[in-house]
Nanobody, 122 residues
Framework: VQLQASGGGLVQAGGSLRLSCAAS????????MGWFRQAPGKEREFVAA????????DYADSVKGRFTISRDNAKNTVYLRMNSPKPEDTAVYYC????????????????WGQGTQVTVSS
């Protein structure tokens, strides 16, 4: 199983950025996908998740209304659109996969990508 995250970089506060995560080695539509992030000196935290059927999404309160998670099951890819990012969104962002339903706790996810750095400048 491989999860390959991409799309990170430097973005100005108030701008926009889209992260992608391409999956291989799993039946993608059978897996919920999540995005987590970890800033230096902080614990890994939940950002957003989407069910395999796309019917269910969940967001951390800190990103609700600014970030949007989506997926394209034909391309085995999950996305995180980051609108109006803030400096406090600066972190390494990880995508993760778990069977079936969405979850907020990282230890419920079976597979992880390598992470992509997002830096938001003020």
């Amino acid at each position: 199983v491989q999860l390959q995250a991409s799309g990170g970089g430097l973005v100005q506060a108030g701008g926009s950025l889209r992260l992608s995560c391409a999956a291989s080695g799993i039946t993608f539509s059978g897996y919920a996908m999540g995005w987590f992030r970890q800033a230096p000196g902080k614990e890994r935290e939940f950002v957003a998740a989407i069910s395999g059927s796309e019917r269910s999404t969940d967001y951390a309160d800190s990103v609700k209304g600014r970030f949007t998670i989506s997926r394209d099951n034909a391309k085995n890819t999950v996305y995180l659109r980051m609108n109006s990012p803030k400096p406090e969104d600066t972190a390494v962002y990880y995508c993760a996969a778990k069977a079936w339903v969405v979850a907020r706790t990282w230890d419920q996810y079976n597979y992880w990508g390598q992470g992509t750095q997002v830096t938001v400048s003020s």
